[in-house]
């Protein structure tokens, strides 16, 4: 597993705590300390498993292919950011390695994100009988899998499909974001997108927003975003009309975006600025990208957990021609408790329910039961097992027959 963030940490528990099918075990990280930290929380909760630890920069395929050289992973589990996704991809390749990740590449310098890069990969991982399994977190991930299981189970003809995403937590922070911030940022203040008719539909960043009710949770202000599943259920299921992304976001959040945009703090070029130097010695002009500094004083996404209350719930709203013939509608979902996952890993709600589908996704592929030399969207997959595994593993879900989608 590369990555000892927020998202690797829960994975990484679970994966201790599936010894029958995860044998042998690796965290690299950039920081070697951090994955050594990681592996004492892990065994400070009671888990004996042996867990080894590396340092490497996933940005340099020369590290990693050193790394998967000498360790000789099956499958290499990217839970790093989406920028070295291309990087860890290329290592694979190189080193005969199986792949999987839960967010699509961004290049650094550009706020754009879209499966173009990686599914360039294809043949590739074909040619090597290789699997690479793309976006198995929660959105991407679970939210595409469950469009999977109305299709197989529930669907003739998907024809509208609604992805809700709700944070109904509160971390007591005036600001903070869920996961990785400079990712966050860039994803929210990106125009938003859907896809209509044949075709993607642009707005502005935010513009489109309604209340929409999340079960046990009550009504809440939700924004139409781009997100990146989209782009390939829409291939997947042809017979889908309208697509569309839906995202919570509180009056405060919103406004502190706002400010942040405002001020310029999140910008993604790199500014000059004057910095003291660390020794006393002296100042030197250096290179700063306002985000990424920003993210250096914004709270950790990992330090949120033990003051968050509340839960999150995230489903697809479906509406389509049913096994009958007949117009049905479907809603299946999850809510997860900010504090029942803080108990158990150490991490909040959204690192949780990341975590658990990247666990069960490997799960899957060292079962033998999601194997497919490629380049593969979650969607592509068996979802039965996957989804008789999210009861198991802590993400239960629930259904919605012939409901009131209010979409
Ligand atoms: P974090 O920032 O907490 O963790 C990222 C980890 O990767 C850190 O440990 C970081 O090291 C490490 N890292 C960063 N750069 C490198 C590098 N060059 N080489 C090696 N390691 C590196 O992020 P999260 O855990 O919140 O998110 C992890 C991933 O999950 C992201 O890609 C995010 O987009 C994705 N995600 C997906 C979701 C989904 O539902 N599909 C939802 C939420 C997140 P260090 O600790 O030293 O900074």
């Known amino acids: ?84 996704d291309l990087t860890i991809m290329d290592a694979c390749l190189a080193c005969g390695c199986n792949y999987l990740d839960t967010a ?8 754009h994100f879209e499966y173009s890069w990686q599914w360039a990969y294809r043949e590739r991982f074909e040619q090597a009988g290789l699997t690479a399994i793309l976006g198995c977190g929660f959105d991407p991930g679970v939210t595409s899998i469950f469009t999977a299981y109305a299709a197989k189970h529930h669907f003739k003809e998907i024809q ?19 996961f990785n911030p ?18 993607w539909v642009e707005t502005e960043p935010l513009e489109i ?36 992304f839906w995202m919570t976001f509180g009056q405060q959040y919103l406004k502190h975006l706002e400010v942040i945009q405002n001020i310029g703090m999140s910008r993604i070029d790199e500014v000059e600025y004057e910095a003291p130097l660390a020794d ?12 990424q500094f920003l993210k250096a004083v914004l709270p950790n996404p990992q330090d949120l957990g033990s003051n968050y209350e509340g839960e999150t719930s995230i489903g697809c709203r479906i509406r389509g021609i049913g096994n009958d013939g ?7 979902y999850n809510n997860c408790r900010h504090q029942d996952a803080y108990e158990e890993t150490g991490m909040q709600g959204v690192s949780y329910t990341t975590g658990v589908p990247a666990m069960i996704g490997a799960m899957m592929f060292c079962k ?24 198991k593993q802590g993400l239960p879900w629930h259904e919605i027959h012939d409901g009131d989608l209010e979409l």
């Open 280 to 291: 006393g010695t002296g100042t030197a002009r250096v290179k700063i990208v306002p985000l």
């Open 368 to 391: 033998g039961l999601w194997r497919k030399p490629g380049v593969h969207n979650v969607e592509e997959f068996d979802p039965d097992p996957f989804m008789e595994q999210l009861n």
């Open 104 to 111: 699509n590449y961004e290049p650094k310098d550009e706020a």
């Open 209 to 244: 927003h309604k209340d929409l009710n999340y079960p046990g949770i009550g009504p809440k202000d939700s924004y139409l975003l781009h997100h990146e599943e989209i782009e390939s259920l829409v291939i997947n299921y042809p017979t889908i009309k309208r697509a569309r």
């Open 1 to 84: 597993m590369i990555g000892a963030g927020g998202v690797a940490t829960v994975a990484a528990f679970k994966i201790v705590q599936n010894a029958d099918v995860f044998t042998e075990f690796m965290i690299a990280s950039r920081r070697k300390a951090k994955c050594d930290a990681l592996v004492d929380a892990i065994h400070k909760k009671g888990y004996t498993m042996d867990i080894k630890t590396a340092q490497v920069d996933a940005d340099d395929v020369e590290q990693l292919k050193a790394l998967f050289s000498d360790y000789k992973p099956e499958l290499v589990i990217n839970l790093a950011l989406p920028y070295q």
């Open 182 to 199: 400079e990712i966050n940022i860039r994803e929210i203040t990106q125009k938003g997108l859907y896809w209509e008719n044949g075709q």
């Open 160 to 178: 509208y499909l609604d992805i809700v995403d709700c944070n109904a937590g509160d971390h007591h922070k005036a600001f903070a974001t869920n």
């Open 326 to 332: 007949k117009e049905h509608t479907y809603y299946v």
